[in-house]
Structure formats: structure tokens, C-alpha cells
């Protein structure tokens, strides 16, 4: 990933702000440069290191939560469609816990719990917002923005993605609807895409458009 790491420069700052006046008896002035060099060098890889980590694991929560919270939502909503209402109370008014919310995720519908069989089909319908297509570009419209179209950030995000679906099934203990099966192979197949589209060359960009116009599609 591109990182640009703040504390690196202040780091540096101080060790060129603290240097002495003097070199010591032990060291001459072209040893102490050589181990003021050392030591930035391995400051700087420890902290891009932990600033790495921290990436990672801020990209694995928050995916883990936006595809855990749709998947639950589209759960509930698939039941409820199919006339089973033992989910129906699961969000709580619009929220479930701290970081699920139909908020979150952009649903300003009516509340899941007062959904009828009728209203819950209709937001599964093509387009709607539950479907298949619309939740799977939701999700993938979610990642390319806290990744800022990094290609390693995208990546890394496939498996944060994965264990949120991974915690939605095991919340419902159940196997997953076929909607929601779908919606994660979308979601992934979206993802997928974009890193290869990102990860093409400026010639073969060119070509593909080259190719479509030609060809008007």
C-alpha cells in the first residue's frame, strides 16, 4: 500500500535536532552520519510495518461489518418473503448492536420488523434494494471508497468481506439463504474486476475502448 507516515517526520526532526555539536572520541563524524542513516531507515520500516497492520486491520473491521450488516439485513428480509418471521425483530427498530445498522448500510425503509410477506418480496425484486445486484454493488461501492482504488487494499478487503459473511451465518445458525450465497459471489466477482481493471496497462485500457467503440457496445 501507499503510506504516508507522519510520525516518520517528526522522528526525524528530533534525531536531526539532537545530534551533538561534537562528535565523540568513538565515533567520527562519517560513523555518527552512517548510524543517524541507520537508525531512520529502521524507524522507518518498523513504522510502515505497524502503519501496515493498522491498515489492514481497519480494512478487515469495517468490511467485515458493511458485508455482515447487509447480509443479516437481506436474511431477515428473505424470511420474512418466505413467511417465516422467527427474524422479524432481529434489527431493533434499525439497528442491531453498535455497529450494525440499516443506516449504516443506506436503508431508509420501513422498519424490518413491520415488513409484511408482500413488502419483503419487494425489496428483493430486481433493482430493489435488497436484490442480489444492488447489495453486491453496494458492498463493492463501499470498498473501492475506504480503499482509495488501492490494488493491495482491495485485496486485502476480499477478506474482511468473507468473515463477514462468515459471522452472518453463524449469528442465524443456519444455512444461508440462496440470496445471500449469490449476493457474496457477485460482491467478490465485482471486486475481482475492478483489481483487474486497475492492474491492466495503459495500452490494453486503450485497446478495450478501441474495441468497444469499434464495435458499439
Known amino acids: 500500500m501507499n503510506l504516508v507516515i507522519e510520525q516518520n517526520n517528526l522522528y526525524l526532526n528530533n534525531v536531526t535536532t539532537n545530534q551533538p555539536s561534537e562528535t565523540s572520541n568513538d565515533l567520527d563524524k562519517t560513523q ?27 480494512l478487515n473491521k469495517k468490511t467485515a461489518q458493511f458485508s455482515q450488516a447487509n447480509a ?89 468481506l468473507k468473515r463477514g459473511y462468515e459471522e452472518a451465518q453463524k449469528i442465524f445458525n443456519r444455512e444461508k439463504p440462496i440470496i445471500t450465497t449469490n449476493t457474496e459471489s457477485k460482491t467478490f466477482d465485482l471486486i475481482d474486476k475492478k483489481i483487474e481493471e486497475m492492474l491492466k496497462t495503459d495500452l490494453e485500457k486503450h485497446v478495450d475502448t478501441k474495441f468497444l467503440e469499434n464495435n458499439k457496445l
Do not use: C, M, P, W
Open 32 to 58: 555518527l552520519v552512517e548510524k543517524t542513516e541507520e537508525t531512520k531507515l529502521n524507524f522507518s520500516a518498523v513504522s510502515l510495518h505497524i502503519s501496515n497492520d493498522n491498515i489492514q486491520n481497519f
Open 72 to 160: 443479516n439485513a437481506q436474511h431477515v428480509v428473505s424470511h420474512i418473503a418466505n413467511g417465516n418471521s422467527d427474524y422479524s425483530g432481529f434489527f431493533e427498530g434499525k439497528k442491531f448492536g453498535d455497529d450494525l445498522t440499516l443506516e449504516s448500510i443506506g436503508y431508509e425503509g420501513k422498519e424490518l420488523s413491520k415488513l409484511d410477506k408482500k413488502e419483503a418480496k419487494d425489496l428483493l425484486k430486481k433493482d430493489s434494494f435488497f436484490a442480489e445486484d444492488e447489495t453486491a454493488k453496494r458492498i463493492a461501492k463501499y470498498v473501492e471508497k475506504i480503499t482509495g482504488n488501492d490494488v493491495d487494499a482491495l485485496e486485502e478487503t476480499k477478506r474482511g
